[in-house]
């Protein structure tokens, strides 16, 4: 089945660092890929996402680039803040389709934790 | 915006009693779902819904029921709760078949002792 595997956390940076959160997956055909972020206390938002190869999915500074060739979906940001302090999931759920299924299911790797200090 | 919203943010329940969680969402959203996350374990999925009382099993239904008698509304019943039962239970909603972007609720936090 399909599966997401995220770089083991906690990760913790200094302000203004390069932040790299790995993402690879495993799935059949071409899945779509997201990464969502939950801040402390709140739901998971969606932060970014690519729907087919070589698509790069952008916000808020982030970024994330899918690789088919590696099956990857790593996240990426040049400058890090303490607000961007929060968990981050990689998600992906199955190309949209006539086989696509009864509901829009999304498999979700285990978050990685980033701490970000003055 | 979209808003879902869950009844509790946190509650703490005896082993054996009979526990409801509401979610709402205000967006006439057609798919609906429960996950628990758990530590080192992230999201599980544990029923979701695409339409009123139509529901499917997730990857971990057991122990777990739901309800969908309204198109807004989804309820997760712990028949009878146990102490594994303890985590964080997100809802979340999308508005069609085939859209993955999910709107989550803030979660509750539930404690059985």
């Known amino acids: 089945g399909d599966s997401v595997t995220q770089m083991e956390g906690p990760v913790t940076l200094s302000e203004e660092a390069f932040l790299t959160i790995n993402c690879t997956y495993t799935a059949t055909g071409y899945p779509s890929l997201f990464w969502y972020v939950q801040y402390p206390g709140e739901g998971l938002q969606l932060l970014l996402k690519?729907?087919?190869?070589?698509d790069k999915g952008s916000n808020k500074g982030f970024e994330a680039t899918y690789r088919k060739e590696t099956t990857s979906f790593h996240l990426e940001k040049g400058s890090v803040q303490v607000s961007d302090s929060a968990v981050y999931f990689c998600a992906l759920g199955p190309r949209k389709g006539p086989n696509t299924g009864t509901a829009s299911k999304l498999t979700f790797g285990t978050g990685t934790r980033l701490q970000v200090t003055l | 915006d979209v808003k879902v919203t869950q009844s509790s943010r946190y509650l703490v329940k005896r082993t054996g009693e009979k526990v409801f969680l509401e979610c709402v969402q205000d967006?006439?959203?057609?798919?609906m779902f429960w996950y628990r996350q758990d530590p080192g374990l992230g999201l599980r999925l544990i029923y979701f819904s695409y339409d009123v009382k139509m529901k499917e099993k997730g990857d971990i239904p057991e122990g777990y029921s739901v309800s969908r008698e309204k198109k807004e509304r989804f309820s997760l019943i712990l028949e009878s709760a146990s102490t594994n039962q303890t985590s964080m239970y997100l809802c979340a909603s999308t508005p069609e078949l085939g859209v993955y972007e999910q709107y989550f609720g803030p979660g509750t936090r539930l404690t059985v002792t």
């Open positions: 967006m006439d959203h057609e798919n």
């Open positions: 690519a729907t087919k190869a070589d």
